[in-house]
């Protein structure tokens, strides 16, 4: 059985995307080698629906599908840092589409340079 994660961005598609080939260039064994990360793309025709209930108006998505399942251990500490690079006002990622995996503390954007 397949496990994904779906990241839901409130940052523009291009700033979406840049943040995730930061994430696959700083830890190319979590993004590229645990979880296939897709690149950013539109929303869905009822994504944005969907996540407002959960306070957040998001402008595009990204998935993360789990490609070794020898990792499950590191997955919530993958998860984590990818709030860190986004921020958690910046991003809300879901376990399949069913819950929220929230993050373990508050973090703000990260500066790239």
């Not at 080698?33 to 869905?44: C, I, K, N, S, Y």
């Not at 407002?52 to 997955?75: Q, S």
């Not at 998860?79 to 958690?88: E, K, N």
């Amino acid at each position: 059985m397949a496990i994904s994660y779906f990241a839901f961005s409130i940052m523009p598609r291009a700033e979406t995307q840049r943040r995730i080939d930061y994430l696959r260039a700083e830890k190319p064994d979590w993004f590229g080698g645990m979880l296939h990360v897709t690149d950013a793309e539109p929303l869905g025709r009822f994504d944005a629906e969907i996540m407002e209930p959960f306070g957040i108006a998001p402008e595009c998505k990204f998935a993360m599908h789990v490609l070794n399942k020898d990792w499950l251990a590191e997955i919530r500490e993958a998860l984590d840092y990818a709030y860190q690079v986004f921020g958690t006002k910046n991003l809300m990622i879901t376990f399949e589409l069913d819950s929220i995996h929230a993050p373990r503390h508050v973090y703000p954007e990260m500066k790239l340079g």
